[in-house]
């Protein structure tokens, strides 16, 4: 991916804001994602094993969290995110039982390469004033 297009493009400015999605998190959840998932760690769905380890209590997957941002993404553009969304991230702390998972993004630039024009973006998911994820997304815009 080479050359920066500009301030402006596809009707985005850098700087722009994607829309904020707040996603409450259950055990019931975690416990449905476990299954799903086929990981079955008692971490995430026993409480007296958890209250043995450092967390002192369930953590949802991280997968189960990141698919919130998936979700922010697709929400703000689906087309764009399914046909060249991609995620560079971290996981920087656990999300709890009933925890509040805010997804927050902004555009810091455009992208040209061989696969077409992407917004990129600096995102996160945020319980609180903690930063659960933290990272880059990038989405395909339309071709200009």
């Known amino acids: 991916?080479?050359?920066n297009t500009g301030e402006s493009l596809g009707g985005l400015r850098i700087g722009d804001a994607i829309p904020e999605r707040r996603y409450k998190v259950t055990q019931e959840q975690i416990n449905r994602y476990a299954e799903a998932?086929?990981?079955?760690?008692?971490?995430h769905t026993d409480p007296e094993?958890?209250?043995?380890?450092?967390f002192r209590r369930t953590i949802a997957h991280g997968l189960l969290t990141l698919s919130f941002l998936s979700q922010a993404m697709a929400a703000w553009?689906?087309?764009?995110?399914?046909?060249?969304?991609?995620?560079?991230?971290t996981f920087l702390g656990p999300v709890y039982p009933d925890d509040e998972v805010t997804v927050r993004g902004t555009v810091t630039?455009?992208?040209v390469g061989d696969e077409?024009?992407?917004?990129?973006?600096?995102?996160?998911c945020v319980v609180n004033d903690r930063t659960v994820i933290?990272?880059?997304?990038?989405?395909r815009l339309e071709e200009a």
Do not use: H
């Open 37 to 43: 998932s086929g990981d079955r760690n008692p971490l």
């Open 1 to 3: 991916m080479s050359g």
């Open 77 to 89: 553009d689906w087309k764009g995110w399914a046909a060249g969304g991609g995620l560079d991230i």
């Open 134 to 139: 933290a990272g880059t997304a990038r989405r």
């Open 109 to 111: 630039a455009f992208e």
């Open 49 to 54: 094993f958890a209250k043995q380890t450092i």
């Open 116 to 124: 077409g024009v992407y917004a990129v973006c600096d995102v996160a």
